[in-house]
C-alpha cells in the first residue's frame, strides 16, 4: 500500500513564559517561529530558534520548548506521519523519492532535525496547507497533497542550500590550512578535524569542490609553488623540497619531473631562458 504525508496536528500558538516537558510522538514535527524567538532542547543540546527559522523534527526524537519571559513567541506548528490509506493518492511518497532523490534525506533518521532558515517560501506554504486543512471540505485533498508535497520540496531546497553553504565553508577552512602549511606534512585526519567533519565526507566534498583528492591538491600546491621558487629565487635546488614540504628531493625530483617533464634544474634552466 503506497504512503503519504499526513498532517495530524496543526496550529497558530503566541507562547509566553513556558517550559515544555520533555516529550516525543511518532509524528514528524515542523516548529516556525513567526515572530520573537525560543529555545528547543533535543538530543542533549539546546538550540536557538528567531523569526524566520524552522526545525523539522523526526519522529520518537526527545525534545522541548522553552521559552523566555522576556522574549514571548509566536509559532506555527505541523506536524505529519506517513499514512496509508485504500484511496491511492495522486503520488506516493516512493514515487517522489524517484523523482526528487534528494527528499529521502529529510526522511532519514540518522539526523535527527534540521534547523533552517526560511526565504518565506516555507511559511507561504505552511499558512495555505494549514488553511485547508483547516477548511474540511470534501473536494479540497489534492490541494492538500500538492501543499504537502511543496512543503517538502521547499524544505528540502532549503536543506541543500544550507548544506552547500556549510560545505564550503568547510572547503575554504581546509584549502586555507593547506595553503598556509603546504611546507610541513598534511595529513587528512589534520583537516578533518579543523573542519570538525568525518575524513571520508571531507574527501567526498573536497572532490567534488575542486576536481581532484586532498592529496592531488596538496601535490600540485608543492608543486605550483615549487615553480615559482625554482624561476624567481636563488634557493639551491636541492633545497627547494624542503620548502614545499616533501621528504627528500630525490622522490621531489621524481614527482616534479612526472608533472612537467623536466627536472627541477632543467625547468629552471628553461624558464630562466625564455
Known amino acids: 500500500m503506497e504512503q503519504f504525508p499526513k498532517a495530524v496536528a496543526y496550529y497558530y500558538k503566541r507562547w509566553h ?3 515544555m516537558e520533555l516529550h516525543h510522538h511518532d509524528a514528524i514535527e515542523i516548529m516556525y517561529v513567526i515572530d520573537g524567538k525560543c529555545q528547543i532542547e533535543i538530543d542533549d543540546r539546546v538550540v536557538q530558534l528567531r523569526k524566520g527559522q524552522y526545525i523539522y523534527i523526526h519522529s520518537n526524537v526527545k525534545h522541548r520548548l522553552n521559552i523566555d519571559k522576556d522574549h514571548p513567541c509566536r509559532m506555527l ?3 505529519f506521519i506517513l499514512h496509508s490509506n485504500k484511496i491511492t493518492p495522486y503520488i506516493s511518497i516512493e514515487r517522489l523519492f524517484q523523482t526528487q532523490p534528494s527528499l529521502q534525506s529529510l526522511f532519514d533518521q540518522s539526523e535527527r532535525y534540521f534547523l533552517l532558515k526560511d526565504d518565506q517560501a516555507v511559511f507561504f506554504t505552511l499558512r495555505h ?8 471540505a470534501k473536494n479540497n485533498q489534492l490541494l492538500i497533497d500538492n501543499l504537502m508535497v511543496q512543503l517538502l520540496l521547499w524544505i528540502d531546497r532549503n536543506r ?3 548544506q552547500d553553504q556549510a560545505d564550503n565553508q568547510h572547503i575554504k577552512k ?5 595553503h598556509e602549511h603546504y611546507d610541513t606534512e598534511i595529513k587528512v585526519e589534520s583537516l578533518a578535524n579543523i573542519t570538525h567533519l568525518h575524513p571520508s565526507y571531507l574527501h567526498k566534498i ?3 569542490s575542486q576536481g581532484m583528492t586532498i592529496n592531488q591538491y596538496i601535490t600540485k600546491v608543492r608543486l605550483e609553488k615549487a615553480k615559482m621558487l625554482l624561476v624567481n629565487t636563488e634557493i639551491p635546488v636541492t633545497e627547494i623540497s624542503n620548502y614545499v614540504g616533501v621528504n627528500t628531493s630525490q622522490y621531489f625530483s621524481n614527482l616534479f619531473k612526472k608533472e612537467t617533464g623536466l627536472s627541477p634544474s632543467a625547468y ?3 624558464l630562466r631562458e625564455i
Do not use: K, M, W
Not at 496547507?129 to 474540511?136: I, P, S
Not at 581546509?174 to 593547506?178: D, F, K, N, Q, V
Open 17 to 19: 513564559e513556558f517550559e
Open 206 to 208: 573536497f572532490s567534488r
Open 77 to 79: 506548528n505541523v506536524e
Open 160 to 162: 541543500r542550500e544550507y
Open 129 to 136: 496547507l494549514v488553511l485547508e486543512l483547516d477548511h474540511h
Open 174 to 178: 581546509a584549502l586555507t590550512y593547506i
Open 268 to 270: 629552471r634552466e628553461h
